[in-house]
């Protein structure tokens, strides 16, 4: 059985094995998001740390782009200003709202089996948006998308609770769940193609610096450098903002918006499956019976339609 890829237009190297597994690499690094912050919360609040977590990448991605000469986007030999603000605008709404949002609500008390139902709306929400924009949305991968979020909410049913959820909490991860859909859409329509690199760079700078009014306004900005938070926060930086967004970027620009928003059904019961190896968390039969119904979903969404000879 092969993976499925996310382009029905794609027809260069099909049988590309990167191709094929980069979908998957990219769900297993984007389930570590919730790994992140059990480690990194207890020594650093949320915007403190995503802060520090962008200005990291700004430090790597740096050098890089001076390095290999990446040059600004540009137009007709000037700086396209525009497209930079629209890659500012992409990276303030993926990582400063979603991220941060997930991470800042998951501190102030909501359970995170409650906020992966929120933000695992996701899939559904983008596809209303894209079926109302002209994006085709066919009835398989509606159903598919219905099965997803019935998996999901298996996945996370044990970990179901209202006790800690507040308003500032609830109306922190409905903002989250927003961003990720509003920015998967902007940047497949505003920044279809740009340079991984300088890309990264702006859109880190710009979600770094979108930081600050909030961790001087409402946090105090201490920082315990325990190893967990150290690791935890090179975890962040090299592997899911660089290696996953890197990922993230390639996905949008090669498929549909409702494809690539389907895989995040994938993310709750990867990271349940990582929470029971790290931590010891249950991962009970409704968890696994979860977990087939949104893989199912998900490969309802992405299946390719039979060609007609």
């Known amino acids: 059985m092969t993976c499925p890829t996310l382009s029905p237009d794609d027809t260069a190297q099909p049988d590309n094995l990167w191709l094929q597994m980069m979908p998957w690499v990219f769900v297993v690094i984007w389930s570590t998001g919730f790994i992140i912050a059990k480690y990194a919360m207890p020594h650093a609040e949320p915007m403190t ?3 520090v977590r962008c200005a990291g990448v700004v430090l790597c991605m740096a050098p890089i782009a001076l390095l290999t000469r990446v040059p600004l986007p540009h137009a007709r030999g000037r700086i396209d200003w525009r497209a930079i603000g629209h890659l500012s605008v992409a990276g303030l709404l993926l990582q400063t709202g979603y991220i941060g949002g997930v991470w800042a609500a998951i501190r102030l008390g909501i359970p995170v089996g409650l906020s992966a139902l929120i933000v695992g709306m996701q899939p559904i929400l983008t596809a209303v948006y894209a079926s109302a924009t002209g994006e085709q949305v066919s009835a398989r991968q509606w159903s598919g998308l219905l099965l997803g979020i019935v998996g999901v909410a298996l996945v996370v049913s044990n970990k179901l609770d209202v006790a800690g959820v507040t308003p500032i909490s609830l109306a922190l991860c409905v903002m989250a769940l927003l961003s990720i859909t509003v920015g998967t ?3 497949k329509r505003f920044c279809p193609v740009f340079d991984l690199r300088m890309g990264s760079l702006i859109q880190f700078a710009a979600a770094g610096l979108a930081c600050l009014p909030f961790m001087f306004l409402f946090e105090t900005r201490e920082i315990e450098w ?3 938070l150290i690791g935890a926060l090179l975890w962040a930086v090299l592997t899911m ?3 996953a967004m890197s990922l993230l970027f390639l996905l949008i620009r090669r498929g549909a918006a409702t494809s690539v928003s389907a895989l995040m059904y994938l993310t709750p019961p ?10 010891g968390e249950s991962f009970r039969p409704a968890a696994m019976a979860g977990m087939v119904l949104a893989a199912a979903g998900v ?4 299946r390719r339609p039979a060609r007609r000879a």
């Open 299 to 302: 490969a309802l969404v992405l």
């Open 226 to 228: 325990a190893p967990e």
């Open 49 to 51: 740390f995503m802060f």
């Open 270 to 279: 990867t990271t349940a499956l990582m929470a029971w190896g790290l931590f």
């Open 241 to 243: 903002s660089i290696g």
């Open 185 to 187: 859409i902007y940047q």
